[in-house]
C-alpha cells in the first residue's frame, strides 16, 4: 500500500471516527523511560504536527508530574547554487520540516518500505504483557503491525528504536533513527541519529530527477521553543567556549514579567496549588556527533557552527520553505550560514577563547542589572527559541553526513517538588545543602541562580523562602547537563551501555482477602540474572496527580517484595485496605558481574526500567459475597467533594456499594424518579464501584459526572428481593 492509498484508507476511517483516527499509522510513541515523546514518520515535532502530543513529560504520564512542557522542534536545510530538474538555477535551496509548518506531500516525503510501512518501531526484546483483572494492558509499548521485535537490527543496547525515512525536494534522503533506554542512567533523554544522503530522487517514485547535481555548502539547521503559555524562559547554553566539555541549547523557567512582587518561578500564571509546581523544569539539546566531512565520519566538536537564541515569532523561519518564498529562503540561509547579528538584535560572540563559527551571546548574558524578565529584552515580543546549524558540507552523488543529539530534561524528584513547594507554601523553605544566602549586600550569598537572577538580587527582595525554592528549582540545570553528559557518553561509546534483564509480564488480581501479584520468567534469559523486586503504589501509580479544583496528592512507590533467585513468581498482598486502588511493578535485577563501563563507573547491578510494566489499571481488595441485601452499605454517604479525608487517594470521585450478594443489578435514581445510571454487579464478590475506571465514577449513562442532590438507589437480585437506599452528593 502507497501512502496516498494509507492516506485514503485513513481518511475514510476519520469519517467513522473522525478523533481517534487522526494521524493514525504515522506516528510512534516512546513511552519506556522518564522523558518520553512522540515520532513523526515526517520527521516534524512542530506545533501543527499531531497537537499536544508533542509533550516532554515525566514518569510515564501524559501530562504528568511535571506538568507537560511543549518542546517544538522544526528543521532547514539549506544549500547554494542549486538547479532543479527543469535546469532552473537558485542562489539558495532550501527545504524542511519548521517549527509550525510542514509539507510532507512535496518536500519533505516519508517513504515506505517493501511493506508499505513509512514508520516503524523496533524492540530489544518482547514487551512485557501487563494484565489487571483480566483485562490486558497494552502500555507502554504496544506491538502493531509495523512493529517488530529484532535486537540485531538495534544499534547497541538500546530498548527501542524508530525509524523512517523520508526524501525531500532538494534531492537528499534523510534516514532518522529514534533510540531509546529504559535503564536509569540513559532514561531521561532520547537520541536522534540522522543520515543524509544526495541521493538526488526529489519526489517519491524511483526515479532519479538530479543523478549528477553535487551539493555545496550544505548546512542543517535546527530550532526548538519551550513552550507553556503561562511561563517565559530564559535560554542558554554551552559549547561555544574552548574549555567546554558539552554542547548544549537549553531552556529554564524564568519569572514572569507581570508577577508583580510575587515570585512565581516555577509556576507561571497560575495559581499555584497546594504542594504543586506547574513547570520546574529544564529542558534541552545536546549536539552529540556532526561528521567532520562525507570521508571523515569522526565528531567535529566545533560543530554546529553557528548557535544563538532569537524571537520565536519570526513568522519567516516559523514556517516550510513551501509556503514562504526566496526572500524568506535568504533571511533563513543568513542565520544558518552567518549566525544572527546581521538583524542587528542580538550580538555575536568573541573573544580568544571562543570555538570558531558565529556563535551568539547567550540570551541569559544580555540580562544585566535592570534586565529581570525576557520581555525587557527588546526583540522578545512572545517568547524565544534556540537555533545551531552544523555545516557547511559538500555531498556528490551517492555521498552522505550524519548528525546526532539528543532531547532530554532535568527536573527534581516529584517527591522533592512536593516537600519544597509545600515548605515554600508554610514560609519555611530550606535551600539545598551547601548553599548559603545573606541579606545584608549578598556577602556570604552561595546558590545556583543563573545570569538574570543573580544580576538582578533585588527579585528576592531579601526574601529567603523564595531563594531557597528557586535554588530547588534550578538543581534542575545540573540535572539536564548530567544526562546530557551520559548521553554523549552513550554516542561515544556506540550505543553499548549496559543493560538490565528484560522485563517480566505480570498479572494482578483482585481478589477477596487478598490482591494476587504473579509474573512471568522472561527475565531469567539474561546470564547474570539475579532475581525479583516488587514495588506498589497506594491510590496512583505515578508520583503527582491533579485532585480537583486546588488540592493536589501524589502516590508513592514502595518496595514490598525482594526476591533472589528464581524461585518465586507470585505474592499474595494482603497489607491493603478494602476501596483503595493499588498499582504494582515487579523489575528484575542482575548480579552486576557482567556490566560493562557506564558514566559512573560500571560494573554494579542494574534493575529493569521502572516504567515497563507498572499496572496503569487499579486492582482492589474485595469481600466475600453476602447471600441477600440485608446489609448493603454505600460508602461515602453523603459523599461531600470537600471532605477529601473521606475519598479514596487518587479517585476523588469514587463510591463503593459493599456488602452486596454475587449478583445484582443496582440502578441510581434521582430523588424525581429519573434513572440516572445500571450498573450491573456480576463479578461474584460483595464490592461494586460505580464506574471501574476514575473517569467513569459518579456519571450518569451519557457519561455526565452528577450533580449535588438526593439520589435513591434500588439494588434488586434475579430472585426478586429488592432494597431501596438513600444517597446524598454535595458539590
Avoid at 494492558?137 to 538495534?154: A, H, K, M, W
Avoid at 548544549?248 to 507581570?258: K, T
Avoid at 486502588?581 to 526500567?609: C, I, M, R, W
Wanted: charged share 20%.
Amino acid at each position: 500500500m502507497n501512502r496516498i492509498q494509507v492516506i485514503i484508507a485513513v481518511f475514510l476511517l476519520g469519517c467513522l471516527l473522525p478523533f481517534a483516527a487522526a494521524n493514525a499509522g504515522f506516528i510512534k510513541d516512546i513511552k519506556i523511560g522518564k522523558y518520553q515523546t512522540w515520532v513523526d514518520d515526517n520527521t516534524h515535532q512542530g506545533e501543527t504536527s499531531i497537537g499536544d502530543r508533542g509533550n516532554m513529560y515525566q514518569n510515564a504520564f501524559w501530562r504528568g508530574w511535571p506538568a507537560c512542557a511543549v518542546q517544538f522542534s522544526g528543521w532547514y536545510m539549506g544549500t547554494d547554487n542549486w538547479t532543479a530538474e527543469n535546469g532552473t538555477n537558485f542562489p539558495v535551496k532550501l527545504v524542511g520540516a519548521a517549527p509550525v509548518t510542514v509539507n510532507e506531500e512535496t518536500a519533505t516525503m516519508p517513504v515506505a518500505d517493501s511493506d508499505g510501512f513509512f514508520i516503524k518501531r523496533y524492540s530489544r526484546y518482547q514487551p512485557p504483557k501487563i494484565t489487571v483483572d483480566g483485562r490486558e494492558i497494552q502500555d507502554p509499548f504496544p506491538l502493531d503491525g509495523s512493529d517488530e521485535v529484532n535486537p540485531d537490527i538495534i544499534p547497541g543496547t538500546a530498548d527501542m528504536m524508530v525509524t523512517s525515512t523520508i526524501n525531500t525536494d532538494m534531492g537528499v534522503t534523510i534516514t532518522q533513527k529514534v533510540l531509546s533506554w529504559s535503564q536509569a542512567n540513559h532514561d531521561d533523554y532520547i537520541i536522534y541519529d540522522w543520515t543524509f544522503t544526495n541521493t538526488g530522487n526529489i519526489d517519491l517514485d524511483d526515479d532519479i530527477e538530479l543523478p549528477n547535481q553535487t551539493l555545496t555548502n550544505v548546512y542543517f539547521l535546527r530550532s526548538s521553543r519551550l513552550e507553556r503559555w503561562d511561563s517565559q524562559f530564559w535560554y542558554s547554553g554551552e559549547g561555544d567556549y574552548a574549555e567546554d566539555t558539552l554542547r548544549l541549547r537549553y531552556a529554564y523557567p524564568g519569572r514572569r514579567s507581570d508577577s508583580g512582587t510575587e515570585d512565581n518561578t516555577g509556576n507561571g500564571y497560575w495559581e499555584p496549588q497546594p504542594g504543586w509546581m506547574w513547570n520546574p523544569m529544564s529542558v534541552g539539546q545536546a549536539i552529540l556527533h556532526a561528521d567532520r566531512s562525507v570521508s571523515d565520519p569522526t565528531d567535529d566538536f566545533n560543530q554546529p557552527m553557528m548557535t544563538g537564541t532569537e524571537n520565536s515569532d519570526l513568522l519567516w523561519i516559523r514556517n516550510d520553505p513551501t509556503s514562504t518564498g526566496p526572500a524568506d529562503w535568504a533571511q533563513v540561509w543568513r542565520v544558518m550560514t552567518e549566525g544572527w547579528e546581521w538583524r542587528g538584535e542580538v550580538e555575536r560572540l568573541s573573544g580568544a577563547n571562543v570555538r570558531p563559527g558565529f556563535r551568539s551571546v547567550h540570551m541569559e548574558d544580555q540580562a544585566v542589572p535592570g534586565v529581570k524578565y525576557i520581555t525587557d529584552l527588546s526583540w522578545v515580543t512572545f517568547g524565544a527559541a534556540y537555533f545551531w546549524a552544523a555545516g557547511p558540507y559538500t555531498l556528490a552523488p551517492g555521498e552522505d553526513f550524519r548528525i546526532v543529539w539528543a532531547d532530554g530534561f532535568g527536573v527534581i524528584n516529584p517527591l522533592k517538588i512536593w516537600e519544597v513547594q509545600t515548605a515554600w507554601e508554610n514560609g519555611n523553605a530550606t535551600p539545598p545543602p551547601g548553599m548559603t544566602f545573606d541579606n545584608a549586600g549578598g556577602v556570604g550569598l552561595v546558590d545556583n541562580m543563573p545570569t538574570p537572577y543573580k544580576n538582578n538580587p533585588e527579585l528576592y527582595n531579601n526574601n529567603f523562602n523564595d531563594w531557597a525554592r528557586d535554588a530547588w528549582i534550578f538543581t534542575g540545570i545540573d540535572s539536564l547537563k548530567q544526562n546530557m553528559n551520559n548521553a554523549q557518553w552513550n554516542v561515544r561509546n556506540n550505543y553499548n551501555v549496559p543493560a538490565a534483564p528484560q522485563p517480566p509480564s505480570i498479572t494482578v488480581n483482585s481478589l477477596p482477602n487478598k490482591i494476587e501479584i504473579s509474573w512471568g520468567d522472561e527475565s531469567e534469559d539474561a546470564t547474570d540474572f539475579a532475581g525479583y523486586k516488587l514495588y506498589r503504589s497506594e491510590g496512583f501509580w505515578y508520583e503527582g496527580y491533579l485532585r480537583g479544583t486546588n488540592t493536589r496528592e501524589h502516590g508513592q512507590w514502595e518496595l514490598i517484595g525482594n526476591f533472589p533467585g528464581s524461585g518465586t513468581h507470585s505474592y499474595d498482598d494482603t497489607d491493603v485496605t478494602r476501596g483503595i486502588s493499588y498499582f504494582y511493578k515487579v523489575v528484575a535485577y542482575d548480579d552486576g558481574t557482567q556490566n560493562g563501563p557506564d558514566v559512573d563507573g560500571g560494573g554494579h547491578p542494574l534493575e529493569s526500567g521502572h516504567f515497563l510494566n507498572v499496572t496503569r489499571r487499579g486492582a482492589v481488595l474485595t469481600r466475600p459475597a453476602k447471600s441477600d441485601l440485608s446489609e448493603v452499605v454505600i460508602v461515602p454517604n453523603p459523599f461531600n467533594s470537600s471532605a477529601r479525608e473521606l475519598q479514596y487517594p487518587g479517585e476523588p470521585d469514587k463510591i463503593l456499594f459493599l456488602e452486596l450478594p454475587p449478583v445484582c443489578t443496582i440502578r441510581i435514581y434521582t430523588e424525581s424518579g429519573d434513572l440516572v445510571k445500571v450498573i450491573e454487579h456480576d463479578n461474584g464478590s460483595g464490592d461494586e464501584s460505580w464506574g471501574l475506571n476514575t473517569n467513569e465514577h459518579m456519571t450518569s449513562e451519557t457519561g455526565q459526572i452528577v450533580v449535588s442532590g438526593i439520589y435513591i438507589v434500588n439494588f434488586s437480585m434475579p430472585n426478586g428481593e429488592s432494597v431501596n437506599k438513600k444517597m446524598v452528593i454535595v458539590r
